[in-house]
């Protein structure tokens, strides 16, 4: 399979997302659906809410003192970025990395202050199984960064201009224009406290002319993205494809709403926002940030970490994602022990 790459465009600019990447509302079964996807099957708008978990900020110390000490707390048990294999991200693009503590000196004013939600758009038709992937990757969303998550109605994709989609035979059947798409469908359905749009599409994607495919796009100036679940495995085939697509569509969703509040490509850690060009380097990362990549969150969202660890644990264990739940917990542990010794 052909993977594309992206050009290095500027972060704040129109950063191209090529991410493999990758959740349940309040109506959605939490086990691989065994039944056949209905006809005209369609999401229904929904909210979902974390509760308010606010981190507290004591007046006596710097402000960012405290994160800083639950971020040290954490490293004994994260790995350290491990060595490239032909055709990683990081062969082809020169990243520096970035700590906490240089974020935090470009983002004094917690991006929550200003944007409190997150919308999530389903772009084209979906069969049941693929829905419920993104309805679960939604409630990821809302667990990692503290943010209620809408899911907006379905867009019509047999609307869409006839330049914007185009018949392929790369074996993913229509492709859709990203460019179209985070032009003239996300940003009307942006709203003032919106954080970002993020559309989802079981379609393939291309981004123009000279390309044959691309996983995702965004445009962070505008806090819109779009990425596509046509490459992540026909989740309807069995349990164990159907939790790979899962686990690589929530990766995609964490990692790009991570570059909406700011953070670049991690280079220390084994980490959700490591870069990556092609599916086997995605699925060679984890679900979780590095504790240098928490710490932003937590900053950025104002989230309290525990309750962040505790939510996605849950999470992760209804799906079946043993690892991610049982490192979550380890997380958990080892912060609240921490904290009880201090
Ligand atoms: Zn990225
Ligand atoms: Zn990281």
Same mark, same amino acid.
């Given at each position: 399979m052909e993977i594309l790459r992206y050009k290095r465009i500027g972060f704040a600019a129109f950063a191209a997302i090529l991410f493999v990447f990758p959740a349940y509302t309040l109506f959605i079964r939490r086990t691989h659906p065994s039944s056949p996807p209905p006809d005209g099957a369609a999401p229904q708008p929904a909210v979902i809410s974390p509760k308010p978990n606010l981190i507290k900020i004591t007046p006596s110390l710097s402000p960012i003192e405290p994160f800083q000490q639950q971020? +040290?707390?954490? @490293?004994?048990?994260?790995?350290?970025?491990?060595?490239?294999?032909?055709?990683?991200?990081?062969?082809?693009?020169? $990243?520096?990395?970035?700590?906490?503590?240089?974020?935090? %000196?470009?983002?004094?004013?917690?991006?929550?202050?200003?944007?409190?939600?997150? *919308?999530?758009?389903?772009?084209? +038709?979906?069969?049941?199984?693929?829905?419920?992937?993104?309805?679960? =990757?939604?409630?990821?969303?809302?667990?990692?960064? %503290?943010?209620?998550?809408?899911?907006? +109605?379905?867009?019509?994709?047999? $609307?869409?201009?006839? $330049?914007?989609?185009?018949?392929?035979? *790369? %074996?993913?059947?229509?492709?859709?224009?990203?460019?179209?798409?985070? +032009?003239? @469908? *996300?940003?009307?359905?942006?709203?003032?406290? =919106?954080?970002?749009v993020l559309g989802m599409t079981t379609r393939d994607l291309w981004p123009g002319k000279g390309w044959n495919f691309v996983f995702g796009q965004a445009s962070l100036s505008n806090r819109v993205g779009v990425w596509s679940l046509a490459r992540y495995g026909d989740p309807s085939r069995d349990e164990a494809t159907y939790r790979l697509a899962l686990e690589r569509t929530i990766k995609v969703a964490l990692h790009e709403t991570g570059h909406m509040i700011g953070i670049p490509h991690c280079t220390a850690y084994m980490c959700c926002m490591n870069g990556s060009n092609h599916l086997g380097e995605t699925d060679r990362q984890p679900i979780e940030f590095c504790p240098e990549c928490q710490a932003k969150i937590w900053w950025a969202c104002r989230y309290d970490p525990v309750a962040r660890l505790n939510r996605l644990a849950e999470l992760a264990r209804a799906d079946g994602l043993q690892d991610a739940a049982e490192f979550w917990d380890a997380e958990a542990i080892l912060l609240q022990e921490n904290a009880a010794t201090r």
């Open positions: 971020r +040290d707390r954490l @490293i004994a048990i994260h790995r350290p970025m491990e060595p490239l294999q032909p055709g990683d991200w990081l062969e082809s693009h020169r $990243e520096a990395g970035q700590s906490f503590d240089k974020y935090w %000196g470009t983002e004094r004013k917690p991006r929550v202050d200003a944007h409190r939600r997150l *919308l999530v758009v389903p772009i084209g +038709d979906t069969d049941i199984f693929q829905l419920e992937i993104m309805q679960r =990757a939604a409630e990821y969303l809302s667990a990692n960064f %503290g943010l209620p998550v809408e899911i907006l +109605d379905v867009v019509d994709v047999t $609307e869409f201009p006839a $330049e914007a989609r185009r018949e392929t035979s *790369l %074996g993913y059947g229509e492709q859709l224009l990203t460019r179209y798409i985070l +032009d003239h @469908i *996300l940003p009307p359905r942006r709203s003032n406290d =919106a954080l970002a």
